[in-house]
């Protein structure tokens, strides 16, 4: 078989921040990279599906909205990957600038609830925030 594209990326060179992964059939897949990969830093499993429902509300609501195709965890656990049609990487990163304050206004996690979610007792608001905060400081550099 052949190597998926992600796995071609040598991903000891990969540092936090907003990458464009791969483009395909007018689809855009940017990798939101939170973490160093394989450096010991992982984001939390709870936090990761927090941050998972927080920013997928928060896109999903926005401005570019009908845009947004996906937006998931990675299962190593360093980021998200974010599948857009029609926007270009600067609109990315001002709509991730935009989103992710909005997403630490929450006070509630979105589809929280038992009928709404598969495993809706793992979830950790407060450190999803610390991870966005964090996340922001990196958005904000770039």
Avoid: W
């Avoid at 709870?46 to 509300?57: D, G, P, R, V, W």
């Avoid at 990957?81 to 029609?86: A, I, R, S």
């Amino acid at each position: 078989m052949k190597k998926i594209p992600s796995f071609q990326k040598n991903h000891d060179l990969l540092q936090p921040g907003l990458y464009v992964s791969t483009e395909a059939n007018g689809v855009t897949t940017f990798d939101l990279r939170f973490k160093k990969p394989n450096a010991g830093d992982y984001i939390s499993p709870k936090a990761l599906h927090t941050i998972e429902h927080l920013l997928a509300t928060v896109l999903r609501n926005g401005a570019a909205a009908e845009k947004i195709v996906y937006f998931g965890p990675m299962g190593c656990r360093t980021g998200f990957y974010l599948l857009t049609v029609g926007l270009t990487f600067g609109e990315t990163l001002r709509l991730l600038k935009e989103s992710v304050p909005v997403a630490l206004e929450l006070d509630e996690i979105p589809g929280n609830r038992r009928e709404e979610c598969g495993n809706y007792l793992e979830h950790d608001l407060a450190d999803a925030k610390r991870e966005l905060r964090l996340y922001l400081g990196i958005l904000n550099a770039l």
